[in-house]
């Protein structure tokens, strides 16, 4: 080897471990790059996952509040209803009463509605054909000539004033007043 090759592998030498050393810091640089990058993403990536996280927990907690309030709703409705029913029983069975234990119901509403004893009672048209003499008789109230579209029950009538006594009406008042109780009952 002559002294110009020595120059040329020398040169050569040094360049390799010059290559080799920058490819060196290169990949030492490029490995802080993606470790840092990695960090990063990792940082970002648990920033993600607890906001998800936090989200959801919010979002399953509003869905088992309504669910729970839903649940509470459908419960009062039914009870409700059930109160309900237990009204249109009532007066079903009120309307359905034998004839004589209904004449003498008229009878006993006539009397404890009746203020002064001058009023008229009026029935439905069914009712006045069916109990209208007896319950004149059992009141000493005279009966009208005018009738109501009323399912049972009674008007009395002094002058211009007039006193509902339906079984409708009655129910429906008894309703606000026998209802918590009822409720009590059926739910306690």
Do not use: H, W
Not at 121 to 148: F, M, V
Request: hydrophobic share 40%.
């Amino acid at each position: 080897m002559n002294g110009i090759d020595k120059i040329i592998e020398r040169i050569n030498a040094e360049a390799r471990s010059e290559a080799e050393a920058v490819r060196s810091e290169a990949e030492k640089k490029c490995a802080e790059i993606a470790a840092e990058f990695s960090r990063s993403a990792d940082a970002e990536s648990k920033k993600i996952l607890d906001a998800g996280a936090g989200a959801s927990e919010a979002y399953y907690s509003r869905l088992v509040g309504a669910a729970d309030m839903e649940a509470r709703r459908a419960l009062l409705n039914m009870k409700q209803e059930l109160i309900n029913e237990a009204f249109v029983l009532a007066e079903k069975k009120i309307l359905s009463m034998p004839e004589d234990k209904y004449i003498d119901f008229l009878a006993r509403l006539a009397k404890s509605a009746s203020k002064t004893g001058k009023e008229e009672i009026i029935l439905s048209a069914k009712d006045k054909s069916i109990a209208g003499a007896k319950l004149a008789e059992l009141t000493g109230l005279k009966i009208s000539d005018e009738t109501r579209d009323i399912n049972g029950g009674l008007y009395l009538k002094d002058g211009n004033i007039e006193t509902n006594c339906s079984v409708a009406t009655l129910i429906e008042m008894g309703r606000n007043e026998l209802g918590p109780q009822l409720a009590n009952m059926l739910f306690n």
